[in-house]
């Protein structure tokens, strides 16, 4: 079976765009913080304020130079923090690199986060609290996964990479004791020196380590179910753009021997965005509930 992330991500919109229009009054609003004018953050952003307002969030857009001094950023954010109107604040990632981006994550008010960077909510994550935010890959998968039918309980996971944004927090979430989770979870990464026999012991490879077609078939147990998390550009002068989008799974030979898959894109991608218009709803709902109260 090839996961059809986009289907199901379109299937998500669908529900919080019926949720959003019960609601009368303001509309659900995320603040985008966008630095310099770099191309894959453009395109992302672009791409994440599409898919909001397709759903009836606002979107505010801050660009911001990429000289700006740290200084400058942090009062941006004081400034949205402080702001009623606003659920959700993004700092679209990479910041230049004269910005540490860990005071950044810190200073959005984790009641905002709905990238749920900042250590509280990545806390709450791994303690197995209810309330704060997930971020929006791990969840996008773990909502692909389930809505795929696919049961986790006891199965052994192998997630190939350890960054804060996916490899770890995933790993965090598929070992819960949640009716989703359950699932015993290997970690490996750059340093792991015995990658392919940990490949073939897993039921679920999950591979976010953003190098092409790194997965081969050999790799692979049969009937494995496999979740490519990786975008990659390579050259193709095959394509009028002169490049092409690949994961870090060798799709064509991987496929065949595999029960599920995920293409990319089509896969993970559209989840991810699915996962921050929810998230958003879900600030902009706790936001009405304690006006209320
Ligand atoms: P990262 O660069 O922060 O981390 C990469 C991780 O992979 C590291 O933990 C590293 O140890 C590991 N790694 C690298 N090479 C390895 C190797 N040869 N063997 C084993 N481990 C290796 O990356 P990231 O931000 O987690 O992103 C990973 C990939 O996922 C990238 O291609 C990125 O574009 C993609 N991504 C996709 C989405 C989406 O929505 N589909 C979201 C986030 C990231």
């Known amino acids: 079976v090839i996961i059809d992330g986009k289907k199901i991500a379109n299937d998500i919109q669908a529900e919080i765009r019926n949720t959003i229009l019960l609601f ?20 992302y952003v672009k791409r994440k304020t599409q898919a909001c307002e397709s759903v009836g969030i606002l979107v505010i857009i801050k660009r911001m130079p ?13 400034a949205l923090n402080e702001d009623p109107s606003v ?11 004269h910005i540490n981006p860990m005071p950044i994550i810190h200073a959005i008010q ?4 709905i990238d749920g960077f900042h250590p509280l909510n990545v806390g709450k994550m791994l303690i197995g609290e209810t309330g704060g935010f997930i971020p929006c890959t791990p969840l996008g998968i773990q909502f692909l996964l389930s809505r795929s039918s696919i049961e986790m309980t006891g199965k052994h996971v192998v ?23 359950n699932a015993t979870v290997t970690v490996a990464h750059r340093h792991s020196t015995n990658l392919k026999e940990l490949c ?3 039921d679920i490879l999950i591979v976010a380590i953003g190098q092409p077609k790194f997965i081969t078939a050999n790799m692979v147990r049969d009937g494995a ?8 550009k390579i050259d193709n002068p095959t394509q009028i753009q002169g490049y092409q989008i690949v994961g870090d799974v060798d799709f064509i030979n991987v496929e065949p021997k595999c029960s599920y898959i995920t293409p990319v894109p089509g896969g993970v991608g559209p989840m991810t ?8 709803l879900i600030s902009y709902q706790n936001r009405l509930q304690l006006n209320k109260t």
């Open 24 to 43: 009368s009054g303001r509309k659900p609003c995320l603040a985008v913080i966008l630095v310099g004018n770099h191309l894959a953050s453009e395109i």
């Open 66 to 78: 990429s000289t700006i001094q740290i200084n400058d950023l942090l009062a941006e954010i004081t």
């Open 87 to 97: 659920d959700g604040i993004l700092v679209q990632l990479p910041l230049p690199a």
């Open 110 to 113: 984790p009641d905002k986060d």
């Open 159 to 181: 997630i190939l990479g350890r960054s804060n944004i996916v490899g770890k927090p995933l790993a965090a979430l598929l070992m819960q004791n949640t009716p989703d989770g």
């Open 200 to 202: 073939l012991l897993a």
């Open 225 to 232: 179910i496999i979740i490519d998390v990786g975008i990659n």
């Open 273 to 280: 965005i699915a996962m921050l218009l929810r998230n958003t």
